[in-house]
């Protein structure tokens, strides 16, 4: 018996912006939302070392000959406040129904921090990927505030 460290991802609530952080596919990459887009920061970098065995197979460890140490991935912190993203999805989820839009996104800042504090996206097809931060749009009449300030 031995034991052995596995690191994985935690979801504290997976229902809450699930879209926008995302989740890791099969693969343990970034398969959609945040993990995707920040993979790299995330993920880190393996280690590689010279490991001697003996006759049985069992392993032996030289600290003197690390080929490359490994390197921990970063930690992101995220600023969304979750009553407020439960809010933002119910209202998005409900304004699309009254509608009859085919999406629709909603995004809440700080207005003092910048600090994104809800994003929630939808579309017609049943579709929560985070179109906000992952597609570009021309400023309409919803942003022109934004363009002008």
């Given at each position: ?53 003996d006759r049985a197979g069992r392993e032996y460890e030289s600290p003197a000959r690390v080929i490359a140490a490994p390197v921990p991935g970063l930690d992101v912190v995220l600023t ?70």
């Open positions: 018996m031995h034991l052995e460290a596995v690191l994985s991802r935690f979801y504290p609530d997976p229902g809450v912006a699930r879209a926008t952080i995302g989740r890791l596919g099969d693969d343990e990459l970034g398969g959609s939302g945040l993990e995707k887009t920040l993979d790299t920061l995330l993920a880190g970098r393996s280690g590689a070392a010279v490991v001697l065995k969304l406040d979750a009553e407020l993203q439960e809010i933002a999805q119910r209202a998005l989820d409900d304004a699309l129904r009254r509608m009859d839009a085919d999406g629709g996104d909603v995004v809440m800042l700080d207005p003092t921090s910048g600090e994104v504090l809800a994003l929630a996206s939808r579309t017609r097809e049943g579709s929560a990927r985070p179109s906000a931060f992952t597609d570009t749009f021309e400023p309409g009449s919803i942003a022109k505030i934004f363009a002008a300030a």
